[in-house]
């Protein structure tokens, strides 16, 4: 059952990556979530190079990981993704949900970037 899950997620990605495209001056923001973590990249397909990176890994929100769970980390790292991106002087974006469906965790990373101050 697995292996099924990762090829429809591998395929939803396919499918949605054709149309979802990031330039220099629009980056695409794309969105990893595992069962302990989620990772926000900002992505120049023009370039292929990772502009900002932003999980809960990071140091910025290392202290934060014990406190929070689920949705409410989602936010923050999506809050933290929106302020990393203000410093590198990018406002609007392509959002990427990487073949995950858009709700729980990956909503909660667009709404915090929302709310950070970027525009999809």
């Not at 099924?4 to 495209?21: L, M, N």
């Not at 900002?42 to 929100?61: F, G, H, K, M, P």
């Not at 949900?97 to 667009?110: I, M, T």
Request: charged share 30%; proline share 1%; net charge positive.
């Amino acid at each position: 059952m697995t292996n099924q899950r990762i090829i429809g997620r591998i395929s939803r990605q396919q499918r949605v990556r054709k149309k979802v495209r990031g330039t220099d001056t629009r980056p695409r923001v794309c969105v990893f979530r595992s069962n302990k973590h989620i990772y926000a990249q900002v992505i120049s397909d023009d370039r292929n190079v990772t502009l900002a990176t932003v999980s809960t890994l990071s140091e910025q929100l290392a202290d934060k990981v014990k406190t929070g769970k689920g949705v409410e980390l989602a936010k923050r790292v999506g809050l933290a993704l929106a302020k990393v991106c203000k410093d590198k002087n990018i406002n609007r974006v392509v959002f990427d949900r990487n073949g995950f469906l858009f709700h729980g965790r990956v909503k909660a990373v667009a709404d915090g970037a929302r709310e950070g101050g970027l525009e999809f």
